[in-house]
């Protein structure tokens, strides 16, 4: 437990062996997936958006990809092997067939579906063609203080994980959205967007392969001038293996919080129990990936910032050079894909005064 990984993404491929594009620069976690396949390796060599103006602002970013004039050319390129894309969440899936049919694998920000017709679209497909459907849960799988909690229930540091508890609130700035944003048919929902989060830390931690939502609720307590948008949301899970679940995301980070969201986890064993900070330490340290570890030998607070290995990129290049599933199963993202829909799909609306 004392031996921190130095960060660094393995495994790492060799130069020129695999290459990949980016399609649908609507949300930014393309630049973190564009950037994580890059440090494992990977080649970036184009990008396409209908939007001009978000392909120079990439480019800014990442000067090495050539900018294509259509996506279809980037389909037609046969030395390309993966599509990163981080489209409008209800045209995720779509960009996702087009990707598998034209004989690469996709990788999608979260969330990927915004129905369940689209997931069982997606399931058919990847049955169908063999390529990987991989989705960017960035608040594991790009966090250090995450990652590294996984190690120690691994370890067996807190025995049998018997609950998980989450928080994701999120910072608005409703100036800087895109229209899209506040259209219900467009995002999917709270539950839906960024709950998917919050599921697939649940069952990861759980080690659960399946879940039953026991109960889910959304409201819009404080935004009426967008009727459409969800401002706050929960949900009660129950894993197969017996574990529960419980969590919350929101549109309330006030701005006089220093990041855009105190995201916390809460995990609770047998043995003991793990509290991640991952994004400041709030009124005492703003840098985040703290963690806190309660068990028989005492308690520990881990600051993991700049310490601690991102594996899942370099896996993921391998998982599609090999037809391995180290990164992450197609099960676990389809599933955690799916519960995020069931939670949106059964939530109760409460219905709030906006006096």
Known sequence: ??????????????PGSFSFAAIGLEHGHIYGM??????????????YDPDASKVDRFLQVFPQAQSATSAEMIFADDAIQLVAGAAIPSERCELG???????KHYFTAKTPFTTLEQLEKARRKTEETGY???IYYSERLNVESAIYAGFLIQEGAIGRVIQVMGTGPHRLRAETRPPWF??????????????????EQFLHYTGAADAQVVHSKVANYAHSQYPELEDFGDATLIADNGATGYFRVDWFSPEGLGTWGDGR???LGTEGSIELRKNIDLARDREGEHLYLVNHEGEKHLALKGKVVIPYFGQLIQDCLHGTEKAMTQAHAFKAAELCLLAQKQAIHVTASHD
């Open 265 to 267: 986890i809460f995990i």
């Open 132 to 134: 990987k459907w991989a």
């Open 1 to 14: 437990m004392d031996d921190i990984q130095i960060k660094g993404n393995v495994p790492k491929v060799e």
């Open 34 to 47: 564009c950037r994580g396949l890059i440090e494992a390796g990977a080649e970036l060599k184009a990008v």
């Open 97 to 103: 067939i087009r990707v598998l049919n034209a004989g």
């Open 182 to 199: 506040f259209e219900r048919k467009s995002y999917g929902g709270i539950l839906c967007d960024i709950g998917s989060h919050q599921i």
